[in-house]
Every structure is written in C-alpha cells, then in structure tokens.
C-alpha cells in the first residue's frame, strides 16, 4: 500500500479504529470480528484491510491488495465516464437554393464533424415566401445524406418544425472506432499525383557568326 496517497478516499490498516469490524473478500466466508484480529487476518495473507462501508454497522472491510482496489475503482469510473460521453451537435444551415459551391464547403465541413465524432444536425432555413420550396429543401437534405453515406448514419429523416427542415446524421462506428477517411468534397483538389506535361528542350542559340549554306534554326 503506498502511504503518500493524498486523495486517500478509503481507511485502510491500522486507519480503522472502530471496535468491530464485518470482513468479505475473495475466498472469505463473511464474518464479524475484532477489528484487531481482521488486520492480523490481512497480514497473514499479505493484502489489506480496506473499510469499504463505513456507515454499516458494523463498518464492512474487504480483504485485498490496495493497490488493486484502487485501480479497479479507477477502472470502473473510467468505465462509467465513456459511457457517458456527451455527443457534440454541429449546425449546418441551408437555404432553400444553395449553390453547389456553398453546398460542397458546408459538405467539407460536414465530414470533418462526423470523423470527429460529432453529430450533424442539417437544416434548411425558409424565410419568407421560400417556404413554397419546401420540397426542393428536402431533395438537397436528402442529396446531403447521400454524400455523407460513407462517413455518417441519418438518425432521423427530414422533418418540417415550423421554418426549419431538419435531419439528423451520427457518426458511423466501425467497432468502437469512428470511421475516419480523407476530406475531398467536390470540387476540392484531390490528392492523387498529377502528370506534368513534358518540358521540351531549350533550343541554342547560337551566337557566332552565320555561315551561307547553313540553318542554325532546325
């Protein structure tokens, strides 16, 4: 047991000095007993007395090493906590007639989000009279989802809530690895090599002086 831990949450050994104590353990049939015999208990078996519930009567103590204690502790919370992880929502907003340049940048901006982890959450905004364009609103989401197939999941189709169309996409797990793949929406500058045109030579100039009969131009 290391004695210089500060944030000690548990009283351990020669820490306990309630009368009594109830003992559990692995390979330890639960019994009550003097708190002194329990820690001669621990130090035969080379572990240590940890009181695990203070507040019952009597103070219930495990027999075991606590170092392992504490890490399985840390394990367990460690646990807890990603299981509890909060998923990021990112906007992307729309308008009714986004442009293919606006709509392949807000596409770019789409995949990183998912490839980080984060939930998307597409929109069309309709102000005014362009409401009449609902449908053309949710061919784009829909055209959306459909780029965004390799990289996201759509969680909830597109759905009207008063000037908003709006849908949902999760990022797509592969295991419990989120999928993560090079960004080139359309229209960006694609990674794959380019073939340079091939420099053709110099040709000399020849600087003496010309001789009849002869053409230095070829």
């Given at each position: 047991m290391k004695k210089d831990d500060k944030k000690q949450q548990y009283r351990v050994?020669?820490?306990?000095r309630v009368r009594e104590v109830r003992i559990v353990g692995d390979g330890v049939e639960s019994a009550v007993m003097p708190t002194?015999?329990?820690?001669?208990?621990a130090e035969q078996r080379g572990v240590d007395l940890v009181e695990i519930s203070p507040n019952a009567v009597p103070p219930v103590c495990r027999l075991i090493d606590y170092s392992k204690f504490i890490y399985q502790q840390k394990k367990k919370?460690?646990?807890?906590?990603?299981?509890?992880?909060v998923v990021n929502v990112k906007e992307i907003r729309f308008g009714p007639q986004t442009d293919d340049h606006d709509y392949n940048f807000k596409l770019k901006h789409a995949i990183s989000f998912l490839s980080d982890g984060d939930k998307v959450k597409a929109y069309v905004f309709f102000k005014g009279r362009s409401i009449l364009f609902k449908e053309q609103g949710e061919v784009l989401l829909l055209?959306?989802?459909?780029d965004l197939e390799e990289y996201g999941k759509v969680e909830s189709m597109p759905v009207l809530e008063g000037k908003r169309m709006i849908m949902f996409v999760a990022p797509k797990k592969v295991g419990n690895a989120v999928v993560k793949k090079p960004v080139e929406a359309a229209g960006e500058v694609s990674d794959?090599?380019?073939k340079k045109a091939p420099q053709q030579k110099a040709r000399k100039e020849y600087t003496g002086p010309k001789v009849e009969g002869e053409d230095f131009d070829d």
């Open positions: 050994n020669e820490q306990i002194s015999r329990a820690l001669q208990m919370q460690k646990e807890m906590k990603a299981k509890q992880t055209r959306f989802a459909a794959a090599p380019v």
